[in-house]
């Protein structure tokens, strides 16, 4: 167990080791256990935590918000809007003077091309843990409560699982490529075979495929991509069905809504999902489309595992902040 982790940046899950993860899903069981039996854990008694966010959030903000003052601190909500940022400061300027007033600082900014290099930049002057709120690239609060509610569900037995990350079919809008690139790269990390699966437009950014290849290779477990969502379902410990852009594909967005309306059937049935294994789980981080992405059935059916998910963003991520700050 890690007990160097004060100040540490969280942007992706890449940058820290199996170690410091297991610190981090270790403190987020206890912190749950503990909220459970109403204990309190005032770990950052009037400690601040900033939340800037540059798009609207259900889980994130809540769960953050939520989390610090059961931590015993306070949260500050922050937009550009509500701050000099839409008038032109810049990321060195806001963070200096941020650290002067709080402890840690969150940030969502999922812009293609401009979210990752902004929180980079943030961390580059910080002298306060930054953490990746969810990005262009990346979304590792939700990984880390994904990792573990997997963990949860199967007893820590996680060796050989197989973990489907599937697209799904999502039409009034184009979602970030940063919640299946973030699953991919550390699922196999912790033992599963990962098999990733999409329609050959909506492919993952190639660097990321790398390291995801890279990390499986590492820890002896397979990587596959396939292009038939019933396929990757065979066999499942988990399926994990949620919808991304075809950004690699195309810049242009009414392209990319076109190429969606391509696949309607790349929905998760009840069909699909007797594919799996019979304790398999369903998965998706939310926002949901009902009865697009997955059918009711399939939601709020046996497998579903979904509001645990939801509420894991909580222990998870009061446990980040717990470490960090």
């Given at each position: 167990?890690?007990?160097?982790?004060?100040?540490?940046?969280?942007?992706?899950?890449?940058?820290?080791?199996?170690?410091?993860?297991?610190?981090?899903?270790?403190?987020?069981?206890?912190?749950?256990?503990?909220?459970?039996?109403?204990?309190?854990?005032?770990?950052?008694?009037d400690k601040t935590m900033f939340m800037l966010f540059f798009e609207e959030s259900t889980r994130t903000?809540?769960?953050?918000?939520?989390?610090?003052?059961?931590?015993?601190?306070?949260?500050?909500?922050?937009?550009?809007?509500?701050?000099?940022?839409?008038?032109?400061?810049g990321p060195k300027d806001t963070v200096e003077v941020l650290a002067r007033y709080g402890h840690g600082i969150g940030i969502r900014n999922c812009t293609l091309g401009v979210g990752?290099?902004?929180?980079?930049?943030?961390?580059?002057?910080?002298?306060?843990?930054?953490?990746?709120?969810?990005?262009d690239i990346y979304h590792p609060t939700q990984a880390l409560a994904d990792l573990l509610t997997i963990k949860e569900k199967f007893a820590n037995d996680l060796r050989g699982r197989k973990f489907v990350i599937s697209w799904t079919y999502a039409p009034r809008y184009v979602r970030p490529l940063s919640m299946p690139q973030s699953l991919v790269l550390l699922m196999s990390r912790?033992?599963?075979?990962?098999?990733?699966?999409?329609?050959?437009?909506?492919?993952?950014?190639?660097?990321?495929?790398?390291?995801?290849?890279?990390?499986a290779a590492e820890a002896g477990v397979k990587f596959e991509i396939v292009h038939d969502m019933a396929d990757a379902c065979k066999d499942a410990d988990i399926v994990y069905a949620k919808s991304w852009g075809a950004m690699m594909h195309t810049p242009d967005e009414k392209e990319a809504l076109a190429l969606i309306d391509k696949y309607p059937n790349w929905v998760l049935d009840k069909k699909k999902m007797d594919l799996a294994k019979p304790s398999s789980i369903y998965m998706h981080c939310m926002p949901i489309d009902r009865g697009i992405e997955a059918t009711n059935e399939v939601i709020d059916g046996p497998h579903s595992v979904i509001y645990d998910e939801a509420e894991n963003r909580l222990h998870a991520q009061k446990a980040l902040m717990a470490v960090t700050m």
């Open positions: 167990m890690k007990s160097d982790l004060k100040g540490k940046h969280c942007i992706t899950l890449q940058d820290w080791t199996k170690e410091e993860i297991e610190t981090v899903l270790d403190t987020a069981v206890e912190l749950k256990r503990q909220r459970a039996l109403g204990i309190p854990h005032h770990i950052l008694q903000r809540n769960a953050f918000e939520a989390g610090i003052h059961e931590l015993g601190g306070h949260a500050h909500y922050l937009t550009p809007s509500a701050t000099q940022i839409d008038h032109g400061e990752n290099r902004y929180m980079r930049e943030m961390a580059k002057y910080a002298r306060i843990p930054v953490i990746n709120m969810q990005d912790f033992g599963m075979d990962v098999t990733l699966a999409h329609p050959p437009e909506f492919r993952l950014m190639p660097d990321i495929l790398e390291q995801a290849r890279a990390n």
